[in-house]
């Protein structure tokens, strides 16, 4: 009898043991650091938010990427359904954004200065002005190849039609669909005008200029921040430092851009690629004290 007790004793204590190891891992599991970063289907913030992905992952992150268009994802940072938004352009392009939700959202820092929005065609097109553009209707079909019908750069170019008079359509698809339409009227050397921004690599595949804006209604440089949901910094201070450090030039980000657009590879697979590859950037960019 003695020796039965003894075993059940010892069974429940081994018992014990087991689910206090089990409860532990579970605990560590849940306490690991999760960020949810959205993203649009523009190419810089495809290379930066997988960039700053395959980064946090490294730092022992568990990072979801959620895509959506523009409206929509300022909408998630303002309920607090994400966490970060690395393509705010300001002051014009996402301006009706932050005036909206400003005061549910938090501005990080400035991620890449010297950006551009404007109407792009290829450079063996024969006018150089807005203000041309009517005289050339037949040739560009009476349309203006842009993207997603939310961003900000087409509230701002139904702006430029309305402020110049413009007898065109403008026609809503999404970022990658824009660029196909370019390139195939560039091999059949045809006219086309796309609602254009720089960073781009399309710039550097393409023979491209911006039309001039009298008016400066698409307005002068522009920079472009992270912008997070209120309160980000104070929920994890490690992360909110890592993104407000978070600054490319252009080269390095053209360079990450060019890397994605011409592999056959992941997107994620390239970034980290191109993370192992510049480590003395990346580390510039990381806090000194550990995210755990």
């Known amino acids: 009898m003695k020796r039965i007790n003894v075993i059940l004793i010892s069974l429940i204590m081994i018992s014990a ?29 495809i290379a930066m938010t997988n960039l700053a992905k395959a980064i946090l992952e490294q730092e022992g992150y568990e990072v979801e990427l959620r895509n959506a268009d523009v409206a929509p994802v300022f909408a998630s940072l303002a309920n607090g359904d994400a966490d970060v938004f690395m393509d ?5 392009t996402h301006g009706s954004y932050l005036k909206e939700y400003g005061d549910k959202l938090d501005l990080l820092g400035v991620n890449y200065n010297g950006a551009r929005i404007g109407l792009v065609v290829p450079s063996y ?60 009227k560039i091999k059949n050397k045809e006219w086309v005008v796309v609602t254009g921004w720089a960073p781009h690599w399309k710039f550097a595949r393409y023979d491209l200029k911006f039309l001039e804006d009298p008016k400066n209604i698409f307005g002068n440089e522009e ?12 929920k994890d201070p490690f992360a909110a430092e890592f993104f407000t ?48």
Request: charged share 30%; with cysteine.
């Open 88 to 92: 705010t352009w300001l002051p014009v």
């Open 223 to 234: 920079r472009i921040e992270t912008s997070a949901t209120k309160g980000f910094a104070k």
């Open 245 to 292: 450090n978070f600054s490319m030039d252009n080269q390095q980000l053209a360079g990450l851009m060019d890397a994605i657009a011409h592999s056959k590879k992941d997107e994620a697979i390239v970034a980290k690629e191109w993370m192992e590859q510049n480590k003395d950037l990346v580390n510039s960019w990381l806090p000194k004290k550990p995210a755990k």
């Open 125 to 184: 097109v024969e006018i150089n002005s807005i203000e041309e553009m009517n005289k050339a209707k037949d040739k560009f079909d009476g349309e203006i190849v842009g993207i997603d019908a939310g961003a900000g750069i087409m509230r701002t170019t139904e702006k430029v039609i309305e402020d110049y008079g413009l007898d065109y359509d403008l026609m809503s698809a999404s970022g990658p669909a824009m660029t196909a339409t370019l390139d195939k």
């Open 17 to 45: 043991v087991l689910f206090s190891s089990c409860n532990s891992q579970g605990k560590k599991q849940e306490e690991k650091k999760k960020i949810t970063i959205a993203y649009v289907n523009w190419a810089e913030g």
